[in-house]
T-cell receptor, first 115, second 111 residues
Framework: DTGVSQDPRHKITKRGQNVTFRCDPISEHNRLYWYRQTLGQGPEFLTYFQNEAQLEKSRLLSDRFSAERPKGSFSTLEIQRTEQGDSAMYLC?????????????FGPGTRLTVL | GESVGLHLPTLSVQEGDNSIINCAYSNSASDYFIWYKQESGKGPQFIIDIRSNMDKRQGQRVTVLLNKTVKHLSLQIAATQPGDSAVYFCAEKAAGNKLTFGGGTRVLVKP
């Protein structure tokens, strides 16, 4: 399967701990996106990369959140000093980067639970 | 789209009937729209898309209609099957590359 993959699928942590999630995009896709989804709602944009450059960040992305895509392939999303409000599904998506009809394909997500 | 929290609108449909899911989008500058299907515990799955210069697009058993005048998008599923049971989201893209998602509709297919 050459779709978007995410690891881990589930993470349970205690408040105050740091967590890191990984996303591997579809291999020929040069854009990579992170979204957050809480129960019963649609995904909310967090940030996106064009190759290794982080081009846009939502104001949802507080200074406790950092994302990287060092070689323009996989990406990591780190949350420092986790809070209970960080509990959510973290989704990664990737796209080719074509004008206008740039379909984003999503991975299975990482479900984070902060106790 | 408007968030409805934990209480998603639900469409109950008999197996074999057609389903219509509606979505109101917010930005008149949006130039691209996508419908996603999301099953429990999984990421959103692409169903069909449409550009703003079109008003209808058909796929396999699915049709998307776009009415820019009233900023309305709909997804029609023909001959709904049990495997179509899921939450459906519309998403819009304006300037930039982020998607803005609507609140979602749960479809329950009754055998």
């Amino acid at each position: 399967d050459t779709g978007v993959s995410q690891d881990p699928r589930h993470k349970i942590t205690k408040r105050g701990q740091n967590v890191t999630f990984r996303c591997d995009p579809i291999s020929e896709h040069n854009r990579l996106y992170w979204y957050r989804q809480t129960l019963g709602q649609g995904p909310e944009f967090l940030t996106y990369f064009q190759n290794e450059a982080q081009l846009e960040k939502s104001r949802l992305l507080s200074d406790r959140f950092s994302a990287e895509r060092p070689k323009g392939s996989f990406s990591t999303l780190e949350i420092q000093r986790t809070e209970q409000g960080d509990s959510a599904m973290y989704l990664c998506a990737s796209s080719l980067g074509v004008p206008i009809t740039d379909t984003q394909y999503f991975g299975p997500g990482t479900r984070l639970t902060v106790l | 789209g408007e968030s409805v929290g934990l209480h998603l609108p639900t469409l109950s449909v008999q197996e074999g009937d057609n389903s219509i899911i509606n979505c109101a989008y917010s930005n008149s500058a949006s130039d691209y729209f996508i419908w996603y299907k999301q099953e429990s515990g999984k990421g959103p799955q692409f169903i069909i898309d449409i550009r703003s210069n079109m008003d209808k697009r058909q796929g396999q058993r699915v049709t998307v209609l776009l009415n820019k005048t009233v900023k309305h998008l709909s997804l029609q599923i023909a001959a709904t099957q049990p495997g179509d049971s899921a939450v459906y989201f519309c998403a819009e893209k304006a300037a930039g590359n982020k998607l803005t998602f609507g609140g979602g509709t749960r479809v329950l297919v009754k055998p």
